[in-house]
């Protein structure tokens, strides 16, 4: 079911959607990831990507983050164009200053925490508020001890990351997106490289982050109850393709799409 093109604000003013891709496509090579896949995510809302392997889940994320470089199409960020836009009728690429102001409202974690592993867990939050930011260290830093707690790290401000384990480290990477305030929050198979019995704190500190905020989040996960429980709709793919659009007890109940029904099965 396609989503609305807005929806109402408080005022009864429109409220432009968080995200929204409009016939994107993505080629690697003459490998066609993407093919004019065109959905919106409202502001607030939880979405989950599912499919298999290759379907194009991370490549959707990696757009967002502007870590791939889009072949057509556009993506919008709270209806602003984010790498390309039409001028004149002509699409062209805005200025990295433009991208920058945008991709600071988006935070993403990855399946391998991607940590720096030569600064402390402390110094790892707090970098990007004061270069990107131009937050003061010591506003940082009460920032980052505060997220620490949340994610029940408090004792751990001045470790190396190489000392944690998987799901602390994991942790910690969330508490770093976290510090930028991001409006957009990307989760990209977050527990998948984790040890089954580290698998749940991570997802425990994931659900309080949904209920706590109201950041939209675009998720990709293999943790159906996870799935279930946080998100507002489900997006099945399959080849680059959304092969079925639901909430969540529709998806993993009674999905309607032959591909879905044989995708649960394999995958639950
Ligand atoms: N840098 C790259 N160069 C060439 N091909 C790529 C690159 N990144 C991804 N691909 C290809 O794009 C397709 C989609 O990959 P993507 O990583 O988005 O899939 P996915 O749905 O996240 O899969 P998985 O569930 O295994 O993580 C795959 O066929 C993959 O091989
Ligand atoms: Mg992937």
């Known amino acids: 079911m396609p989503a609305t093109d807005t929806t109402r604000g408080p005022a009864g003013t429109a409220v432009l959607p968080a995200l929204r891709f409009e016939n994107v496509v993505k080629r690697f090579g003459d490998h066609t990831v993407l093919d004019g896949l065109n959905f919106e995510v409202a502001k607030g809302e939880r979405v989950t990507l599912i499919g298999p392997s290759g379907s194009g889940k991370t490549t959707i994320l990696r757009l967002v983050m502007t870590l791939e470089h889009l072949t057509d199409g556009f993506i919008y960020v709270d209806g602003d164009p984010l790498t390309h836009e039409l001028r004149g009728g002509r ?94 929050l990307l989760l990209d198979e977050v527990t998948s490289a984790l040890d089954p019995e580290l698998v749940g704190e991570v997802l425990g500190v994931l659900r309080d982050v949904a209920r706590s905020t109201d950041i939209t989040m675009l998720i990709v996960t293999h943790e159906m109850q996870f799935a279930a429980e946080v998100s507002d709709r489900v997006l099945m793919f399959d080849q680059g393709r959304i092969v079925e659009d639901a909430p969540p007890g529709v998806m993993f109940s009674d999905p309607g799409e032959e591909r879905t029904q044989a995708f649960l099965q394999a995958v639950l």
């Open 91 to 184: 699409r062209v690429e805005r200025r990295p200053k433009d991208v920058a102001r945008l991709t600071t409202k988006i935070g993403m974690v990855f399946q391998q925490f991607n940590l720096f592993p030569n600064m402390t867990v402390l110094e790892n939050i707090t970098e990007a508020p004061v270069h990107v930011l131009g937050r003061s260290k010591g506003e940082a830093e009460r920032r980052a001890r505060e997220l620490l707690d949340q994610v029940g790290l408090a004792d751990k401000a001045h470790a190396h990351p190489t000392r944690l384990s998987g799901g602390q480290q994991q942790r910690v990477a969330i508490a770093r997106a976290l510090a930028m305030d991001p409006e957009i």
